[in-house]
């Protein structure tokens, strides 16, 4: 799996949109980019994921760029609930390279009132 | 409610002895991770399985023993071989084979060793 490189820490206004970067500059064309955060001494909770094209749900938005080597995480208004450890991975999909998922450091984004 | 059940949530126990951490599953998946994660760390890949009666080893499983006998079950034996076992356990499971599935993770299970 493809190594991704994060900024340790954030800081964000409440109310304002968080963007986390995550560089994937070894990317393969099969692996996707997926997104969790965990809060304090909880398990972490799937966000989003992508391969190319840019993806939104309920809970945030994705934006690849267009060569896949880096993409943004976007909580459009961040609220003090979403203040966690957010861990961005790439993996493949798909027979046993789908297996092994490795997470890295991961960014601790704080949300500030 | 479906989900993923770790037990027990806190676990102490004395240097040279073994415990065994449990995971079940009810999301009928085929896949189920353990992770390791220490303080201000992230999560460490110990062992992981893709199908019942098999399972390999992540970047630090010395130490650490698992075994498949049920789809639903993944427990985790932490050694005395384990140089430094206190820690953040996690379990973790998906959909397996080809596909993009999302993990799902329990709570968690933090042993300390006295």
């Known amino acids: 799996d493809a190594k991704t490189t994060q900024p340790p820490s954030m800081d964000c206004a409440e109310g304002r949109a968080a963007n986390l970067p995550c560089n994937h500059s070894?990317?393969?064309?099969?692996?996707?980019v997926y997104w969790y955060r965990q809060i304090h001494s909880q398990g972490p909770q799937y966000i989003i994921h992508?391969?190319?094209n840019n993806e939104t749900n309920e809970m945030a938005s994705l934006i690849i760029t267009e060569d896949r080597k880096s993409s943004t995480l976007i909580l459009p208004h961040a609220t003090l609930r979403d203040t966690a450890v957010y861990y961005c991975?790439?993996?493949?999909?798909?027979?046993?390279?789908?297996?092994?998922?490795?997470f890295g450091q991961g960014t601790e984004l704080s949300v500030k009132p | 409610d479906g989900g993923i059940t770790q037990s027990p949530k806190y676990l102490f126990r004395k240097e040279g002895q073994n415990v065994t951490l449990s995971c079940e599953q009810n999301?009928?998946?085929?896949?189920m991770y353990w992770y390791r994660q220490d303080p201000g760390q992230g999560l460490r890949l110990i062992y992981y399985?893709?199908?019942?009666?098999?399972?390999q080893k992540g970047d630090i499983a010395e130490g650490y023993s698992v075994s498949r006998e049920k789809k639903e079950s993944f427990p985790l034996t932490v050694t005395s071989a384990q140089k430094n076992p206190t820690a953040f356990y996690l379990c973790?499971?998906?959909?397996?084979?080809?596909?993009?599935?999302?993990?799902?993770f329990g709570e968690g299970s933090r042993l300390t060793v006295l």
């Open positions: 991975i790439v993996r493949a999909s798909g027979g046993n390279q789908g297996g092994k998922l490795i």
């Open positions: 992508g391969l190319k």
């Open positions: 999301l009928n998946h085929d896949a």
């Open positions: 973790a499971s998906k959909v397996g084979g080809a596909g993009t599935g999302e993990l799902f």
């Open positions: 070894t990317i393969s064309g099969n692996e996707y």
């Open positions: 399985s893709q199908i019942v009666n098999d399972f």
